[in-house]
């Protein structure tokens, strides 16, 4: 981004040393090129429309008083009312609230979903603290931050240490504020508070669907096709499930206590049960374990990263014989790697588009809290798969029409829906 000459200090605009922010600006400006006429409205895009940074002080159990730093950052909502999670982790910061909140852009509109893009979080390790005190903070946060969320302006959900609790309070405070209960303000509530049946396994169920359609592309069948997982949580036992279901062979397995391997294919249901029972896939019978370097190198159809940022990059991508790669996870390929991966021929379905099943079914929550009328879980899911199949075809047909990556494509896709949006409302005044 260019310096204005005369300003001396860097705006928070600027990317420079901005971490997440940086990267996203860089996205930007490779799509700008395919955006045509509306390139003029691109740095709609370089700026978060709104940015709330709130002081969130409470008294702590030992009676002493503490500070912590809150933000909410609502990247656009050209195209309908933010969305997005709020993470509470001592690392939080501005810049990288304000590349959640636009990733959160892309992803809503990549889908087709009525949303913009929001992030929000809080600058704290929630281990140091109780329950009482968590729950006084979410409180506290939610209302600073209730001057600019509600049911058609904002809707946070769960992010990175919070959890269908801290949205029972967000929406309880919210609610005591407004003087009536608004379960529509939040999404991944409990479901005896107006959440969804199937919000659970969503996120799994569109990596699952997404990777059945690469796979077609690709002319791999899934019957017995091979899938390498790293993640064995909420999205990658899921979606090694549903996998494992369709007749593939979930043959390696990783998560934080080591890798299983077996050639012929895991017993997926009993992993699960054995990582319930300790904690992880470590030791689980019938499988050998693996070293990571082992593990990232296996011949696979599928290689599924669903766990942490950054997992496939320099070191790595060079070994990766996978010949599709789904990322269940936010941000598990470095730049670096995508160009390695792409140059040998992979296939990469980017995290934008293959983890958006979560937000899908975020948003049915918050259609079926509207009306007061709630789904059956099959028709969530049948939902959910039509909506994640459409999302995939329009992307692939844009790779396929300007010859890029699916991540690009998808930028693309996105960007091009939230600034034909901006030209159609024109600007105010
Ligand atoms: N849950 C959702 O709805 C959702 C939606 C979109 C994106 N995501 C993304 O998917 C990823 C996984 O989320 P989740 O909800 O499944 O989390 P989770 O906490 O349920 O599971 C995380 C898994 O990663 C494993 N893991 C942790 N550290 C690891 C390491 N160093 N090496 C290997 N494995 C490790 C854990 O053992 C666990 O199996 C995250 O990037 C998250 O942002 C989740």
């Known amino acids: 981004m260019s310096e204005h000459p005369t300003h001396q200090l860097p705006s928070y605009l600027n990317s420079h040393e901005l971490g997440p922010w940086g990267v996203y600006l860089e996205q930007v400006e490779r799509v700008t090129p395919y955006l045509g006429k509306l390139s003029k409205w691109v740095e709609t895009l370089k700026r978060p429309k709104r940015s709330l940074i709130v002081d969130v002080p409470i008294e702590l159990d030992n009676g002493t008083i503490a500070h912590f730093e809150g933000y909410r950052v609502q990247h656009n909502t050209t195209r309908g009312p933010g969305k997005g999670g709020v993470r509470f982790h001592q690392d939080v910061t501005l810049s990288e609230v304000m590349a959640l909140a636009a990733w959160m852009s892309v992803k809503t509109a990549a889908v087709n979903l009525p949303f913009g893009g929001a992030k929000g979080g809080i600058r704290i390790d929630p281990r140091n603290y109780s329950r009482g005190e968590l729950e006084r903070i979410t409180r506290r946060y939610t209302s600073e931050i209730g001057v600019i969320i509600g049911p058609n302006k904002d809707i946070p959900a769960p992010d990175v240490n919070t959890n269908a609790q801290t949205m029972a309070w967000m929406m309880d405070t919210y609610s005591m504020n407004e003087g ?3 379960t529509g303000v939040v999404t991944g509530k409990p479901v005896s508070l107006g959440g969804s049946l199937g919000r659970v396994e969503a996120t799994g169920r569109g990596v ?3 990777g059945c359609e690469a ?3 690709k002319g791999i069948p899934i019957e017995g096709a091979r899938v390498v997982i790293q ?10 499930r549903l996998f494992y279901e369709a007749g593939a062979k979930v043959i ?4 934080h206590t080591g ?5 012929n294919g895991l017993e997926v249901l009993a992993l699960l049960k054995h990582v319930e029972e300790h904690g992880g896939v470590a030791g689980c019978p019938d499988a050998e374990s693996l070293g990571a370097a082992d593990f990232w190198a296996l011949e696979t159809e599928l290689l599924i990263p669903a766990a942490l940022e950054s997992q496939i990059n320099e070191d790595n991508a060079n070994s990766v014989r996978a010949r599709i790669v789904i990322e269940g996870a936010n941000g598990p390929t470095t730049p670096e790697a995508d160009d390695i991966l792409t140059s040998k021929g992979t296939l990469i379905v980017p995290d934008v588009l293959a983890n958006a099943g979560g937000v899908t079914v975020s948003y049915f929550e918050w259609v079926q809290d509207f009306s007061s009328f709630y789904w059956t879980e099959p028709e969530i899911n049948h939902r959910l798969e039509a909506m994640m199949r459409a999302a995939y075809t329009s992307v692939a047909a844009v790779a396929d029409k300007h010859q890029v990556t699916q991540r690009t494509a998808a930028f693309i896709t996105a960007c091009t829906r939230i600034l034909e949006s901006r030209e159609v409302r024109g600007l105010y005044p």
């Open 252 to 255: 390696a397995v990783q998560d």
């Open 259 to 263: 890798c299983v391997h077996n050639a």
């Open 231 to 240: 993640g064995f949580g909420n999205v990658g036992g899921t979606a090694a």
């Open 208 to 210: 699952y669907v997404v």
């Open 180 to 182: 009536a209960t608004t």
């Open 215 to 217: 796979a077609r592309d």
